[in-house]
């Protein structure tokens, strides 16, 4: 009897270290199953918000195709064009300023009261011409 005292203390021991590791488990589990379902809500919702933007930005891509399919190659030629014409200009303003400039030091004519003058002037005449 003795023994099978001591045995089934032994079971019972064992018995209650199973059940805490058990519960231990199983609390684990839970946790790890709530986060696991909080990480994937969270990774639903990305997936929305990306899904939503790459809609959108697929939708713009679309559109701007369809604008680019009314260009042709002459249109970014003109571009071209244009820039080169402007670089050109400003090249000449440049010297039509230096030409002033030594022009009213030549004549003793204050630079900014002449430039003033011309731009003025060029303001009332286009304002004329769109009357």
Known sequence: ISNLK????????????A????????????KYKQQT????QNDKEEIFRVTADRDSVRYEYEK??????GIDKNFFDEIEDLKYALQESAKLNKIYEKTLQSVCRKHKVDYQEALLSVVSKCRKSGQDKGS
């Open 6 to 17: 001591i045995s089934n203390s032994k079971l019972e021991t064992e018995l209650r270290t």
């Open 19 to 30: 059940r805490e590791k058990h519960h231990k488990t199983s609390v684990a589990l839970e």
């Open 37 to 40: 379902e909080k990480k994937l």
């Open 64 to 69: 701007l195709k369809s604008e680019m399919r």
